[in-house]
Each structure stands twice: as structure tokens, then as C-alpha cells.
């Protein structure tokens, strides 16, 4: 039996089996529902302490709509706070016309009670919009509530005659006025849509966990099996959580079982993949969260290449390395068994797959074990370009082919790779034909260089073909894009770091009054918006236990790359809690527009010149140097003072700005005294209106 560290919290179940629908045809009626009932009862009482009396029942024609409601609310009644309580359903899930209209595709989700049917029967159905409703009063009273639902909303009108039934019913398409009347005020969803999850039954939320039996768009299925001469029919995902419950030790959370289970059923079903959102971190039925090392799973091997459950959308990079780790891990020291090591091949938006290095003993890394970034990849860290040059310019386009392959921040996109950047020459035109590049430019009266980024814009200033050194500072304008695009985009790659989630950073800006109040999101354009001369504080919150070192730079209009603070050379330890930076004299942060921005006019919209600015935040355990990366807006030669070397953060920067070392893998095995992160905030910068 599973250790009960919850002794002064009550535990409450509403188990909840349907197998006879009367209003449904024969095809529809269910085997395993009742059995699923059973089974979960008797985990709860067994392996997790629940009490008999404090455990609900319902089977066929008790599951009317009515019993079910007022079962519910009777939870709400008896519960205390911070009980634990589960509710479980195995029966048909559907879908029916959304009485409400809070739904984009205009219909809800619902359960189906016994006494429910389809046209020309009454619909009695319970809709996720009322099992919601119920959830937040019963959450108000505890956090520690566990839905798992083995049924579904959605199907297929075709299936298998002879396979294992679905427990999904089409969905009820009859007009709202054929409809018994919506139990839920239509102003609940006044607030907007709410952020419902993968499974497609409630809003995502860390006041439950929710163990649905398929994602919103597949079906839940039954399981056979057999037991001597006689057929035992379950839901699946039913069927093989129990299993899993049954051998969990103390310590196992959520996560760690719904791992095994998932993979369970859809190798049962391969279209049938369970769901899990929410607290997934907290131990079963229990009240402890325990913060577990962030992994991603194998979820196929074959031979010595493995599959892995993560791919671009994760910052997956090919040639990185990861140490493998068995199931249920969730820390990881000097005495944890390591399984082996893998090394990423290749990358797909959501998987990866790898070849593996290292395996202490044959077949030691499995489906379900967990791989741990041990040597991430950073790849090359370099702008992508083409040219397009008329045939009359030959020696103008040789001479910036060559300062391109000299330098080791940029190179020409190949076939296959679409590039960061295009750089034109632009011949003398007195109009703008439909085809012609760059058509802001409008008309040209002397060849002229042109870069254009991949949003269509203008990039960088543009330049006279025949100016002195016009190829070598397309080059270095260039180059101070990709510095600025890695400096944007550097993230600590160890999901590990001390520091991760530990600083908060806040604009304020100032109101007429002279006082400083939190810039809010502008509701025309979803962005924090400034002008030209406004002034601003930033708020700086330490909420790591141990004194920090904060760092800002701003990442400019015309990809100017700018320390605010500290000054130059300066270092200030941040100790725990709220400090503010703009107040002191000497410290003010007043924004403004280059007054070279936009290099070439926007087409005219009526809104004011400006764009994103963001500023980024380094927050470290150690004094470090930031002027050697510095740089004024596209104009300007980086200088060759280099970092410290041996700091991670300043290796990761060198090879973002200089393109030293662009194949190298980096080791995430940082002394606690090394630690960084960073954030960003991000605001539109105008002119200000005259």
C-alpha cells in the first residue's frame, strides 16, 4: 500500500459506470463501464486508503442525470478543505449544440447520464460548461481533485463491426429551441474563451489533474481480456492506469505512471493517445507537489536508434547529447544509475530521433526511459544570405561574394534553406514595375545596394554601389544583424539552472502626476506601447534565496545593441526581493527613435514610424563584462575585446557574436557559482505624434 502522507485530509471518490444507454441502439450499449467501476474502487480502498463510505457509486440507472448532479453537489457539501477527491467516469462522452454560444465551433462537450438520448429522445446529457461551473466551487474549497474520464467527445461514423467498441455517441445537432434549457447563465463566459486542453473537457489548470482516455479529436475504446474461459471487458485507459497504480510506490506522481499508461494503450489502440493536464508533478492521490528534473521520453526503439517524445518546438538541436535515465527519475546525483547516452540525428517539429553512444547493459534504454540534456549543440550560428545583382554589375557582386565567405557570422543559403536576408543591387530605374524588387524603394537614380530581411523590410541602410567601401560595410551591417538576433535569441539551454523563473522583470512608465505605474498591453494592439521621449523604471524582482548580478541591454530599432545598466564596468550584487532601476539620478531610461529609422518610409497607414524594441536581462551568480559585445546601430565594427572565457554565459556569447567555435557542443554541468538566465520584455516604440 501506498504511504498516506495526507493523514488530516479526507479522501472522497464519485466512481461513475454506465454500460446500459435504453434510448441508444444496441450498437451503442457498453461492456466495460460497470467493470471499470470495480476495478477503481477497489485501487482506491486498497492501495491508497480510501474509506468505503466515502466512496460513491453509481452504475446504469442510478447514473441519471439528476443522480449525478446531486451527487456532485453533495461532494461540495461534505468536502473540507484541502480533501482529496476523485471522480471518475466511464461511459459515452458527446457533443450537442452549444445553448450558450460561448464556443467558436458552437458546440459543448458533454457525459452522457443514463437517461439521455439522441432525436427523437429528450437530451439529458451534462455539459462540460455545468461539470465546470461544479468544478470551481468545489475548488474553492480544495486543490487536490483528480478527474479521469474514459469516454469521449468525438468518432468516427465508421468503424469495425467486430473490433472493440467506442465510447463516443454522435454529437445532438438539434436547434437550441428543440433543447432542454441551458442550467448554466450564458454571462459565465463573459471573460472570453477559456484555454481548454488537448483532451477538450475543461480549462487547463494546476487546481486538478485531469486523465482523459483520448485527445479531443479521437475515441476511447474497451479492452478485452481474457480470464480462463470468460471475457473481461474494460476501458483502456481504465484498464491499464489501474495497473499502474496498483504497483506505484511513494513518491510516484502523476506523471510518472501516466508515462507507462499512455504508451500502454495506444500500442492497444494506435488511435487512441490518453491525455494528462494539470498538476501532473503531485504524488497520486495525495497533496504533495514534488518538483521532478525536466526530461523527455523515448517513446520508440529499434536496433540502436531511439525516438524521442521532442523536437524543433522544444529547442531540440541535432549533435547534442542526452543522458539517459530510467523511468520515474526525479532527481538526479552522484548515486543515480545511468542508463547510457544518445546523440541526437535528427529533428522534426515535434520529435527527434537518435542514435545511441553509450548503453551500460543490452536493452537498458527503453521505451519510457528518460533522457536528460547532458552536451547541447548550438549549431551555426550564422545569417543565412542571398544576392540578387543585375549582369551588368559582375565586379560589384564578385567583390561582396568574397567579404560573404570571409566572414564567419554569415554564409549563402543553400537550395533547401531559406534565407535570413537578401541583399539587392537595385539598377537605375525611373519606375517601379510589378516584379521589381524592393518596390518601397521606388524610383533609383544610381546603382545601390539594398538588404532586406525576411519580413519584407528594409534591414539596414542602404548604400551607392560606387561609394568607397560600400561591400565592406553591407558586411558589417550584416554581421551586426546576426550578433543581434543571437544576442535576442540566447536562452541558458540547462532546463536545470538555479536561476530559471527566479527574476521578474517590469516596465513602469511615468504618469502625469510624476509617479511610475506597470505599462499595461495596449488593447488595439496586444503591445506595451511607448513614444518617442517617454521616460520609464524598470522593476527588477530577485526571488532566488542567494544574491544576484542583473545586467540590461537594449536591443534597438536599427539593431543597435546598448548596455542601460549598469554603467559600464560596474557590477551590483540584487539581493532578495523588489529593486527599482530609472529612479536615481544618472540612472533615468528615456526611449527614442533613431532618427535614421525606417531606412526606407513604411507605406503609408496613418500610424506613426517606429517598431519593436525589447530589452533583455542578464541576471548571473558572478560579475561579468558586457562591453565587448556591444554595438551601435548597422554602422559600426564590433571591437575585439574578448570575455572571459571560461564563464558558460560569456562561451555561449563569443560564439553567437564572433562565430568562433560554430560547431561546438557545450557541457550543461554548471558550478552552482556559474549560474544564468535571462529575460525579455518586449514594447512597441513610436515617434510621437506632432
Given at each position: 500500500?501506498?504511504?498516506?502522507?495526507?493523514?488530516?485530509?479526507?479522501?472522497?471518490?464519485?466512481?461513475?459506470?454506465?454500460?446500459?444507454?435504453p434510448?441508444?441502439?444496441?450498437?451503442?450499449?457498453?461492456?466495460?463501464?460497470e467493470n471499470?467501476?470495480?476495478?477503481?474502487?477497489?485501487?482506491?480502498q486498497?492501495?491508497?486508503?480510501?474509506?468505503?463510505?466515502q466512496?460513491?457509486?453509481l452504475?446504469?440507472e442510478?447514473?441519471?442525470?439528476?443522480?449525478?448532479?446531486k451527487?456532485?453537489?453533495e461532494?461540495?457539501?461534505?468536502?473540507?478543505?484541502?480533501?482529496i477527491v476523485?471522480?471518475?467516469?466511464?461511459?459515452?462522452g458527446s457533443?450537442?449544440t452549444?445553448?450558450?454560444?460561448?464556443?467558436?465551433?458552437?458546440?459543448?462537450?458533454?457525459?452522457?447520464p443514463?437517461?439521455?438520448?439522441?432525436?427523437?429522445?429528450?437530451?439529458?446529457d451534462?455539459?462540460?460548461?455545468?461539470?465546470?461551473?461544479?468544478?470551481?466551487r468545489?475548488?474553492?474549497?480544495?486543490?487536490?481533485?483528480t478527474?479521469?474520464?474514459?469516454?469521449?467527445?468525438?468518432g468516427?461514423?465508421?468503424?469495425?463491426?467486430?473490433?472493440?467498441r467506442?465510447?463516443w455517441?454522435?454529437?445532438?445537432?438539434?436547434?437550441?429551441?428543440?433543447?432542454?434549457?441551458?442550467?448554466?447563465?450564458?454571462?459565465?463566459?463573459?471573460?472570453?474563451?477559456?484555454?481548454?486542453?488537448?483532451?477538450?473537457?475543461?480549462?487547463?489548470?494546476?487546481?486538478?489533474?485531469?486523465?482523459?482516455?483520448?485527445?479531443?479529436?479521437?475515441?476511447?475504446?474497451?479492452?478485452?481480456?481474457?480470464?480462463?474461459?470468460?471475457?473481461?471487458?474494460?476501458?483502456?485507459l481504465?484498464?491499464?492506469l489501474?495497473?499502474?497504480?496498483?504497483?506505484?510506490?511513494?513518491?510516484?506522481?502523476?506523471?510518472?505512471?501516466?508515462?507507462p499508461?499512455s504508451?500502454?494503450?495506444?500500442?492497444?489502440?494506435?488511435?487512441?493517445?490518453?491525455?494528462?493536464?494539470?498538476?501532473?508533478?503531485?504524488?497520486?492521490?495525495n497533496?504533495?507537489?514534488?518538483?521532478?528534473?525536466?526530461?523527455?521520453?523515448?517513446?520508440?526503439?529499434?536496433?540502436?536508434?531511439?525516438?524521442?517524445?521532442?523536437?524543433?518546438?522544444?529547442?531540440?538541436?541535432?549533435?547534442?547529447?542526452?543522458?539517459?535515465?530510467?523511468?520515474?527519475?526525479?532527481?538526479?546525483?552522484?548515486?543515480?544509475l545511468?542508463?547510457?547516452?544518445?546523440?541526437?540525428?535528427?529533428?522534426?517539429a515535434?520529435?527527434?530521433?537518435?542514435?545511441?553512444?553509450?548503453?551500460?547493459?543490452?536493452?537498458?534504454?527503453?521505451?519510457?526511459?528518460?533522457?536528460?540534456?547532458?552536451?547541447?549543440?548550438y549549431?551555426?550560428?550564422?545569417?543565412?544570405?542571398n544576392?540578387?545583382?543585375?549582369?551588368?554589375?559582375?565586379?560589384?557582386?564578385?567583390?561582396?561574394?568574397?567579404?560573404i565567405k570571409e566572414?564567419?557570422?554569415?554564409?549563402?543559403?543553400?537550395e533547401?534553406?531559406?534565407?535570413?536576408?537578401?541583399?539587392?543591387?537595385?539598377?537605375?530605374?525611373?519606375?517601379?514595375?510589378?516584379?521589381?524588387?524592393?518596390?518601397?524603394?521606388?524610383?533609383?537614380?544610381q546603382?545601390?545596394?539594398?538588404?532586406?530581411?525576411?519580413?519584407g523590410?528594409?534591414a539596414?541602410?542602404?548604400?551607392?554601389?560606387?561609394?568607397a567601401?560600400a561591400?565592406?560595410?553591407?558586411?558589417?551591417?550584416?554581421?551586426?544583424?546576426?550578433r543581434y538576433?543571437?544576442?535576442?535569441?540566447?536562452?541558458?539551454?540547462?532546463?536545470?539552472?538555479?536561476l530559471?523563473?527566479?527574476?521578474?522583470?517590469?516596465?513602469?512608465?511615468q504618469?502625469f502626476?510624476?509617479?511610475?505605474?506597470?505599462?499595461?498591453?495596449?488593447?488595439?494592439?496586444?503591445?506595451?506601447?511607448?513614444?518617442?521621449?517617454?521616460?520609464l523604471?524598470?522593476?527588477?524582482e530577485?526571488?532566488?534565496?542567494?544574491?544576484?548580478?542583473?545586467?540590461?541591454?537594449?536591443?534597438?530599432?536599427?539593431?543597435?545593441?546598448?548596455?542601460?545598466?549598469?554603467?559600464?564596468?560596474a557590477?551590483?550584487?540584487?539581493?532578495?526581493g523588489k529593486?527599482?532601476?530609472?529612479?536615481?539620478?544618472?540612472?533615468?531610461?528615456?526611449?527614442?527613435?533613431?532618427?535614421?529609422?525606417?531606412y526606407?518610409?513604411?507605406?503609408?497607414?496613418?500610424?506613426?514610424?517606429?517598431?519593436v524594441?525589447?530589452?533583455?536581462?542578464?541576471?548571473?551568480?558572478y560579475?561579468t563584462?558586457?562591453?565587448?559585445?556591444?554595438?551601435?546601430?548597422?554602422?559600426?565594427?564590433?571591437?575585439?575585446?574578448?570575455?572571459?572565457?571560461?564563464?558558460?554565459?560569456e562561451?555561449?556569447l563569443?560564439?553567437?557574436?564572433?562565430?568562433?567555435?560554430?560547431r561546438?557542443?557545450?557541457?550543461?554541468?554548471i558550478?552552482?557559482?556559474?549560474?544564468?538566465?535571462?529575460?525579455?520584455?518586449?514594447?512597441?516604440?513610436?515617434?510621437?505624434?506632432?
Amino acid at each position: 500500500m501506498v504511504s498516506n502522507n495526507a493523514a488530516n485530509n479526507h479522501k472522497w471518490a464519485l466512481l461513475i459506470g454506465i454500460n446500459k444507454y435504453p434510448k441508444l441502439p444496441e450498437h451503442k450499449q457498453l461492456r466495460g463501464c460497470e467493470n471499470d467501476v470495480k476495478l477503481i474502487n477497489k485501487v482506491l480502498q486498497e492501495n491508497f486508503s480510501f474509506p468505503e463510505n466515502q466512496i460513491t457509486r453509481l452504475f446504469d440507472e442510478e447514473a441519471t442525470r439528476q443522480n449525478i448532479l446531486k451527487a456532485l453537489q453533495e461532494l461540495v457539501d461534505r468536502v473540507n478543505r484541502n480533501d482529496i477527491v476523485v471522480i471518475h467516469y466511464s461511459g459515452h462522452g458527446s457533443r450537442m449544440t452549444d445553448r450558450e454560444r460561448d464556443k467558436p465551433d458552437g458546440m459543448d462537450e458533454t457525459i452522457m447520464p443514463y437517461d439521455s438520448g439522441r432525436d427523437p429522445h429528450e437530451n439529458r446529457d451534462i455539459t462540460d460548461d455545468e461539470l465546470y461551473k461544479w468544478l470551481l466551487r468545489l475548488s474553492e474549497k480544495t486543490p487536490y481533485i483528480t478527474l479521469i474520464f474514459d469516454s469521449c467527445h468525438s468518432g468516427g461514423i465508421v468503424r469495425d463491426p467486430f473490433g472493440a467498441r467506442d465510447r463516443w455517441v454522435e454529437p445532438d445537432t438539434r436547434p437550441i429551441e428543440q433543447l432542454p434549457l441551458s442550467q448554466v447563465s450564458a454571462t459565465r463566459s463573459s471573460g472570453g474563451t477559456r484555454d481548454i486542453g488537448s483532451s477538450g473537457w475543461l480549462p487547463m489548470s494546476d487546481r486538478y489533474i485531469l486523465i482523459a482516455g483520448c485527445s479531443a479529436e479521437e475515441s476511447a475504446w474497451e479492452y478485452s481480456k481474457r480470464e480462463g474461459n470468460s471475457q473481461i471487458d474494460h476501458g483502456a485507459l481504465t484498464y491499464f492506469l489501474c495497473r499502474e497504480l496498483r504497483s506505484a510506490q511513494s513518491g510516484t506522481t502523476y506523471r510518472d505512471i501516466f508515462q507507462p499508461v499512455s504508451i500502454q494503450v495506444t500500442a492497444n489502440k494506435s488511435v487512441q493517445h490518453p491525455q494528462i493536464e494539470g498538476a501532473q508533478d503531485r504524488e497520486l492521490f495525495n497533496v504533495h507537489d514534488i518538483e521532478p528534473i525536466r526530461f523527455v521520453s523515448i517513446v520508440e526503439r529499434k536496433h540502436n536508434k531511439v525516438i524521442l517524445r521532442a523536437g524543433a518546438a522544444h529547442g531540440m538541436t541535432e549533435k547534442s547529447e542526452w543522458a539517459i535515465y530510467p523511468e520515474a527519475t526525479k532527481q538526479i546525483d552522484k548515486e543515480t544509475l545511468k542508463l547510457g547516452k544518445v546523440k541526437i540525428t535528427a529533428v522534426r517539429a515535434v520529435t527527434s530521433d537518435a542514435e545511441i553512444l553509450e548503453e551500460n547493459s543490452v536493452g537498458a534504454i527503453a521505451v519510457g526511459t528518460r533522457a536528460i540534456e547532458e552536451a547541447h549543440f548550438y549549431g551555426e550560428m550564422r545569417l543565412k544570405v542571398n544576392i540578387q545583382v543585375p549582369t551588368d554589375y559582375d565586379v560589384a557582386k564578385k567583390d561582396l561574394i568574397e567579404r560573404i565567405k570571409e566572414s564567419k557570422l554569415l554564409h549563402f543559403a543553400q537550395e533547401d534553406e531559406i534565407a535570413d536576408a537578401m541583399v539587392y543591387l537595385i539598377a537605375p530605374r525611373s519606375q517601379v514595375g510589378a516584379d521589381a524588387p524592393v518596390p518601397q524603394l521606388g524610383a533609383v537614380n544610381q546603382p545601390t545596394w539594398v538588404v532586406v530581411g525576411n519580413g519584407g523590410q528594409v534591414a539596414a541602410p542602404i548604400r551607392p554601389v560606387d561609394e568607397a567601401g560600400a561591400t565592406a560595410m553591407l558586411r558589417e551591417n550584416l554581421e551586426k544583424i546576426v550578433r543581434y538576433k543571437s544576442v535576442l535569441a540566447l536562452k541558458n539551454p540547462n532546463s536545470q539552472s538555479l536561476l530559471k523563473n527566479k527574476v521578474k522583470l517590469t516596465l513602469k512608465r511615468q504618469a502625469f502626476d510624476g509617479s511610475y505605474v506597470e505599462a499595461q498591453l495596449k488593447n488595439d494592439s496586444g503591445q506595451i506601447v511607448f513614444e518617442d521621449g517617454d521616460r520609464l523604471i524598470m522593476e527588477i524582482e530577485n526571488l532566488h534565496n542567494k544574491p544576484i548580478y542583473i545586467y540590461i541591454l537594449d536591443l534597438g530599432l536599427a539593431s543597435g545593441v546598448e548596455q542601460i545598466y549598469p554603467v559600464m564596468g560596474a557590477s551590483q550584487e540584487f539581493h532578495t526581493g523588489k529593486h527599482s532601476i530609472g529612479l536615481r539620478q544618472g540612472e533615468e531610461i528615456k526611449l527614442y527613435v533613431p532618427e535614421t529609422f525606417p531606412y526606407v518610409p513604411f507605406p503609408h497607414n496613418g500610424s506613426p514610424a517606429g517598431g519593436v524594441e525589447t530589452f533583455k536581462l542578464f541576471a548571473t551568480t558572478y560579475p561579468t563584462d558586457f562591453s565587448w559585445l556591444l554595438q551601435e546601430g548597422v554602422r559600426m565594427v564590433l571591437g575585439e575585446q574578448q570575455p572571459n572565457q571560461n564563464k558558460p554565459l560569456e562561451q555561449l556569447l563569443s560564439m553567437a557574436l564572433t562565430g568562433n567555435g560554430n560547431r561546438e557542443v557545450r557541457r550543461n554541468n554548471i558550478p552552482a557559482d556559474e549560474e544564468w538566465t535571462t529575460v525579455e520584455i518586449s514594447f512597441l516604440l513610436r515617434r510621437k505624434i506632432r
